[in-house]
């Protein structure tokens, strides 16, 4: 298919999805478009997925590990719903299947804040998490599809980019109010700065057409099944449950930690600790310019390697050793996961959709089961014994790197630019 080139002054036919082959690529017509639909889609779901943890133990009355079920149960909804919606876009399109989701998930979503306590709001936050299944499910396969492969990991870490954006500013904006309203007009708040990021997303994507999947050769539950024998893809799948497990551990508990002595910080300066979070949006952003540079393998083990790094610096009775050692932390798991998130479409041998939402499935698994486990850790024995769970958990993963990145390398050549 021949190129088409933007005009100098945009236009209509800038909107349009046609590029080399049927690609995107940077500066052609509908990149720009597409990349910041996916960008709105991964905000709106992120400032719904969390919740003002640390308000809640103090307004309910409850410990840390109860109050961050609140994230966990609907993490754990977005894992249980992702393979449905990716049977749903299969029919109606990945961007309509993304816009009924996000739509779905804020009514859902406007209710919390009338429930009379935690454990209803726990339930009814799962419910939440599976209408917000969609955007995990198939915002990679989408990226997959219509992105030229050069650039799949820069779109990837778009993507991932307004999942950080949409966590942070969901924390900060739910806690700046938090201490005025209560948790109530805290949720609300969440819920309002999602319908913002849902609006624009109506509206914009609305200028990209939408593409039913071809029909597929191998059912969907032949493709789950060949994807979880696959040990490349298995590599990729344990990288997601381990980096954004580790993730959630330390996020979780860090608030908690600079609260106690010897920081003894209020909640809303804990919470304004949050904007380090910044730094993992700008880390996904370069990580494809990094893999392009040095390698995908290295890459992600050098992200691991900074996570590592970070722990002895978290540990500190320093409060800049610790705020450092979270800005070295965060900008090393969004180096590598959005490596591994891109990869887990790219590198499938059959059924992209259901890979892409295996490791979506994967990683929010992590992020629940080990931010809770990371909870009991704390309550057991303290922030040192979170860090050295995390620790373990860091390793683990830099071996899955190093091992899934040689195969990758050997058996499948043309699935990703190596340095």
């Not at 990288?239 to 930690?257: C, E, I, K």
């Not at 010897?262 to 494809?288: E, N």
């Not at 996570?307 to 965060?330: E, I, Q």
Request: charged share 10%; glycine share 12%; with cysteine.
């Amino acid at each position: 298919m021949r190129e088409r080139r933007p005009g100098v002054g945009g236009g209509a036919r800038a909107d349009e999805t046609a590029v080399t082959d049927g690609l995107l690529i940077p500066g052609g017509p509908g990149w720009s478009v597409f990349a910041w639909t996916l960008f709105l889609a991964g905000f709106a779901t992120f400032a719904l997925l969390f919740a003002p943890q640390a308000f809640l133990s103090a307004q309910l009355a409850v410990d840390a590990d109860s109050a961050s079920m609140t994230v966990s149960s609907t993490a754990l909804g977005v894992a249980a719903g992702v393979l449905g919606w990716a049977a749903v876009s299969n029919r109606t399109g990945h961007l309509r299947a993304i816009r009924l989701s996000l739509l779905v998930a804020l009514l859902v979503a406007v209710v919390v804040p009338l429930l009379p306590d935690l454990q209803s709001v726990i339930a009814v936050r799962f419910v939440e998490g599976l209408a917000l299944g969609a955007a995990p499910a198939v915002g990679m396969a989408a990226i997959a599809e219509r992105v030229d492969g050069r650039w799949v990991a820069h779109v990837a870490g778009t993507f991932v980019a307004g999942n950080t954006l949409g966590g942070i500013v969901g924390r900060l904006a739910s806690g700046a109010v938090a201490d005025v309203g209560g948790w109530r007009l805290a949720f609300w708040v969440s819920a309002g700065t999602a319908a913002v990021a849902i609006g624009a997303l109506l509206v914009l994507s609305r200028r990209l057409p939408d593409r039913r999947a071809v029909p597929a050769r191998h059912s969907a539950a032949r493709a789950v099944g060949e994807n979880l024998r696959d040990p490349v893809m298995l590599a990729l799948y344990l990288q997601g449950f381990l980096l954004m497990g580790a993730f959630g551990a330390v996020y979780n508990f860090f608030g908690y930690r600079v609260q106690e002595p010897p920081f003894g910080l209020p909640a809303w300066i804990a919470g304004g600790l949050f904007l380090v979070y910044l730094t993992g949006s700008v880390a996904a952003q370069r990580s494809g310019a990094l893999a392009r540079r040095i390698g995908t393998a290295r890459a992600m083990v050098a992200g691991i390697a900074a996570m590592l790094v970070s722990l002895p610096m978290m540990a500190s009775d320093s409060l800049a050793a610790m705020v450092a050692g979270l800005v070295l932390f965060t900008i090393g798991c969004f180096t590598a996961h959005p490596l591994a998130s891109g990869l887990s479409g790219r590198s499938a041998r059959i059924g992209r959709p259901q890979s892409a939402a295996l490791y979506q499935i994967a990683w929010l698994g992590g992020t629940s089961l080990c931010g809770w486990a990371g909870g009991l850790a704390y309550a057991a024995a303290g922030w040192a014994t979170t860090l050295g769970l995390v620790a373990i958990l860091c390793a683990v993963a830099a071996v899955a790197a190093v091992l899934g990145g040689t195969v990758l390398a050997r058996a499948r050549p043309d699935a990703v630019p190596e340095g």
